[in-house]
């Protein structure tokens, strides 16, 4: 048994979605649980509508999810034949659980309601590709993933019931296989006890997909993106950047850490526990080799470059000179948890603080005014943090050209350099 996930982009046109099914057609003889995400930019459509909901304007939210309701018609009509009528009743249940929520007026806080809205995205994509499967002959049974995933109600977060999920899993899912070989399911979303949509945070069908691998004892886990594979840079800043072939969890998590948008960060956990391994492969060539993460360790590996735009540095010096000592450190980082700010990257000195974090402006604004308390605070923004896994020395001196470095950290494996 292994298990798939589909992102957005292979989902994106009536294309890639034949060929995806083509992909699937080639591994009909195996069991295969298959996570897909919504298709294209779905998620971000929806978050507008939420938005719009939430700000109290309800023919805006409506009008928002005509265009979604729309298009995912218009996909389902292009694809189906036989399948349509029965898939557009599905959407439509979908669409009506949606809408009946814009009806009302919000009460409660912005995160579940989002979370509500957002969640269709991922019914509606899986219910058009497993219509379409089963028709191209493809048998396949679709579940909604709600019923499987339990969380908590920490909304657009929220955490895994790992205890309760693997007993549905084990009652509800793996029965299913005996059926039909492939099972379609939804990342990204689950349900609390009290049966209220959750969202796991962006992105986060890489993870569903490692925890379905890891409940189901999978033999691995494939991620199909529209890349060669993991690339020890991103392309579109570094048009030299080339593929790794082979890397380890502890790499990868690392790479996640430090901002690549490789894989969602809390992915590689369920899979290292058990140690199944991770294939990224190209949705749009199989046959291209990819990238396979696992638990041997890998020698040789290029430097791996990471840049964050949009970073912001925080200065905090205390006001009589005195040391920063743990006490002052301790309210900062309990600044840090109140506000959920994560700092890219820290460094202390005898009198100073320096913080360097990804500049949302209202988060910025909060913790300078509450950092003057206890410090001087000056707040310079505009600059990028380049972070260089397995570097040396020439690679550093081309990736910093002619900036000027603010801000300089490095361990024998990690270098980091704020630059203006
Ligand atoms: N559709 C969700 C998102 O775009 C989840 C995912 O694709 O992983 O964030
Ligand atoms: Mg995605």
Same mark, same amino acid.
């Given at each position: 048994m292994r298990v798939f996930k589909f992102g957005g982009a292979s989902v994106n046109s009536?294309?890639?979605?034949?060929?995806?099914?083509?992909i699937l057609h080639s591994f009909e003889k195996e069991e295969l649980l298959i996570v897909i995400s919504a298709m294209g930019k779905t998620t971000n459509a929806l978050?507008?509508?939420?938005?719009?909901?939430?700000?109290?304007?309800?023919?805006?939210?409506?009008?928002?999810f005509s265009q979604v309701k729309q298009q995912h018609l218009t996909t389902a009509k292009y694809l189906l034949v036989r399948n349509y009528l029965a898939c557009e009743q599905s959407l439509t249940n979908f669409f009506t659980e949606v809408e009946w929520l814009l009806y009302d007026k919000p009460v409660r806080k912005f995160d579940y309601y989002y979370d509500q809205i957002v969640c269709v995205g991922e019914l509606l994509s899986t219910a058009i590709m497993s219509a379409f499967l089963n028709e191209e002959g493809i048998a396949n049974t679709w579940i909604d993933v709600r019923d499987i995933i339990r969380t908590d109600d920490n909304f657009r977060d929220a955490n895994i019931d790992w205890e309760f999920s693997q007993?549905?899993?084990?009652?509800?899912? %793996? =029965? +299913?296989?005996? @059926?039909?070989?492939?099972?379609?399911?939804q990342g990204f979303i689950g349900a609390t006890d009290e049966n209220e949509s959750v969202t796991l945070g962006r992105e986060g069908s890489d993870y569903t997909?490692?925890?379905?691998?890891?409940?189901?004892?999978?033999?691995?886990?494939?991620i199909w993106k529209d890349v060669e594979g993991v690339m020890n840079a991103d392309p579109k800043q570094y048009p030299d950047a080339q593929l790794i072939p082979e890397l380890n969890y502890t790499e990868v998590i690392e790479m996640a850490y430090y901002?690549?948008?490789?894989?969602?960060?809390?992915?590689? %956990? =369920? +899979?290292?526990? @058990?140690?199944?391994?991770?294939?990224?492969?190209?949705?749009?060539?199989?046959?291209?080799?990819?990238?396979v993460i696992h638990n041997k360790t890998v020698q040789g590996l290029p430097p791996i470059i990471v840049m964050k735009e949009n970073q912001a540095l925080i200065h905090l010096k205390s006001k009589d000179f005195s040391f920063i000592g743990e006490k002052s450190v301790g309210h900062l980082y309990h600044l840090f948890e109140q506000l959920s700010i994560k700092p890219n990257l820290t460094q202390n000195g005898a009198i100073s603080f320096l913080c360097c974090l990804d500049d949302k402006p209202e988060k910025i604004?909060?913790?300078?005014?509450?950092?003057?308390?206890?410090?001087?605070?000056v707040v310079e923004k505009g600059l990028r943090l380049l972070t260089v896994r397995h570097y040396h020395h020439e690679v550093m001196q081309k990736?910093?050209?002619?900036?000027?470095?603010?801000?300089r950290q490095q361990s024998p494996e990690t270098a980091q350099i704020v630059m203006r």
């Amino acid at each position: 048994m292994r298990v798939f996930k589909f992102g957005g982009a292979s989902v994106n046109s009536i294309e890639r979605i034949k060929q995806v099914a083509k992909i699937l057609h080639s591994f009909e003889k195996e069991e295969l649980l298959i996570v897909i995400s919504a298709m294209g930019k779905t998620t971000n459509a929806l978050e507008k509508v939420a938005e719009q909901f939430f700000a109290g304007n309800k023919e805006e939210s409506l009008q928002l999810f005509s265009q979604v309701k729309q298009q995912h018609l218009t996909t389902a009509k292009y694809l189906l034949v036989r399948n349509y009528l029965a898939c557009e009743q599905s959407l439509t249940n979908f669409f009506t659980e949606v809408e009946w929520l814009l009806y009302d007026k919000p009460v409660r806080k912005f995160d579940y309601y989002y979370d509500q809205i957002v969640c269709v995205g991922e019914l509606l994509s899986t219910a058009i590709m497993s219509a379409f499967l089963n028709e191209e002959g493809i048998a396949n049974t679709w579940i909604d993933v709600r019923d499987i995933i339990r969380t908590d109600d920490n909304f657009r977060d929220a955490n895994i019931d790992w205890e309760f999920s693997q007993k549905q899993v084990d009652q509800q899912v %793996k =029965p +299913l296989f005996k @059926k039909n070989r492939m099972v379609i399911t939804q990342g990204f979303i689950g349900a609390t006890d009290e049966n209220e949509s959750v969202t796991l945070g962006r992105e986060g069908s890489d993870y569903t997909a490692a925890v379905f691998a890891n409940m189901l004892d999978a033999e691995s886990q494939t991620i199909w993106k529209d890349v060669e594979g993991v690339m020890n840079a991103d392309p579109k800043q570094y048009p030299d950047a080339q593929l790794i072939p082979e890397l380890n969890y502890t790499e990868v998590i690392e790479m996640a850490y430090y901002g690549a948008q490789v894989i969602h960060p809390k992915t590689i %956990k =369920p +899979l290292q526990n @058990k140690g199944i391994p991770l294939y990224v492969k190209c949705f749009l060539d199989p046959s291209l080799p990819g990238t396979v993460i696992h638990n041997k360790t890998v020698q040789g590996l290029p430097p791996i470059i990471v840049m964050k735009e949009n970073q912001a540095l925080i200065h905090l010096k205390s006001k009589d000179f005195s040391f920063i000592g743990e006490k002052s450190v301790g309210h900062l980082y309990h600044l840090f948890e109140q506000l959920s700010i994560k700092p890219n990257l820290t460094q202390n000195g005898a009198i100073s603080f320096l913080c360097c974090l990804d500049d949302k402006p209202e988060k910025i604004e909060q913790l300078a005014l509450e950092a003057a308390i206890y410090f001087d605070v000056v707040v310079e923004k505009g600059l990028r943090l380049l972070t260089v896994r397995h570097y040396h020395h020439e690679v550093m001196q081309k990736l910093i050209g002619n900036n000027e470095v603010v801000l300089r950290q490095q361990s024998p494996e990690t270098a980091q350099i704020v630059m203006r």
